[in-house]
């Protein structure tokens, strides 16, 4: 039982083009992430939801769009694909409350723009 | 400035060398702080976690935290070659987990 579920693993597509991430997770969290990893495995974050608004948003282009339709899922949806967007996109969840929270990351998505 | 701080490495030690990872920070927010471990192509999974100042033991493993310095150090004893990783510090504070840029480990028989 996977707890965090990314889809897809890896994503080859060219310049231009739009393009979506899946998160799933079944841990019962409250808050879902998005973080992106450069080749220099720096990892920022990009996005944060809890209970499905908005708290994070990150200093990152319109051309990423988040959507979470329920507390369990968090998709990213990226639009006009640029080389600078390649890299390893993590999502991860937490439980947010008064103490502090563990974050679950996915296996990541490795997205190549050529 | 980035908030953390951390040597990218790579560290190279003998099986069996005593590692001592380290992470200076910025905001004097944060509260929690953790270490996360990263084996190649898979996601950051929690090693440690501390609240504010003091240790912490799990085995082999010792975290400290020093917020007066605003400076963590993850200790590994004994390391072994499934030691070698990229291990990230994190902070968190106003719901937000912010991670250094790592330090990848290689421990060689």
């Known amino acids: 039982d996977t707890a965090v579920s990314q889809t897809p693993k890896y994503l080859v597509t060219q310049m231009g083009n739009d393009k979506s991430i899946k998160c799933e997770q079944n841990l019962g969290h409250d808050t879902m992430y998005w973080y992106k990893q450069d080749s220099k495995k720096f990892l920022k974050i990009m996005f944060s939801?809890?209970?499905?608004?908005?708290?994070i948003n990150e200093t990152v282009p319109n051309r990423f769009s988040p959507k979470s339709p329920d507390k369990a899922h968090l998709n990213l949806h990226i639009n006009s694909l640029e080389l600078g967007d390649s890299a390893v996109y993590f999502c991860a969840s937490s439980l947010q409350g008064f103490r502090y929270t563990e974050a679950f990351f996915g296996q990541g998505t490795r997205l190549t723009v050529v | 400035q980035k908030e953390v701080e951390q040597d990218p490495g790579p560290l190279s030690v003998p099986e069996g060398a005593i590692v001592s990872l380290n992470c200076t920070y910025s905001n004097s927010a944060f509260q929690y702080f953790m270490w996360y471990r990263q084996y190649s192509r898979k996601g950051p999974e929690l090693l440690m976690y501390t609240y504010s100042s003091g240790n912490k033991e799990d085995g082999r493993f010792t975290a400290q935290v020093d917020k007066s310095s605003k400076y963590i150090s993850l200790f590994i004893r004994d390391s072994q070659p499934s030691d070698s990783a990229t291990y990230l510090c994190a902070m968190s504070a106003q719901r937000k987990i912010i991670f250094g840029t790592g330090t990848r480990l290689q421990v060689f028989p």
């Open positions: 939801y809890n209970n499905k608004e908005l708290i």
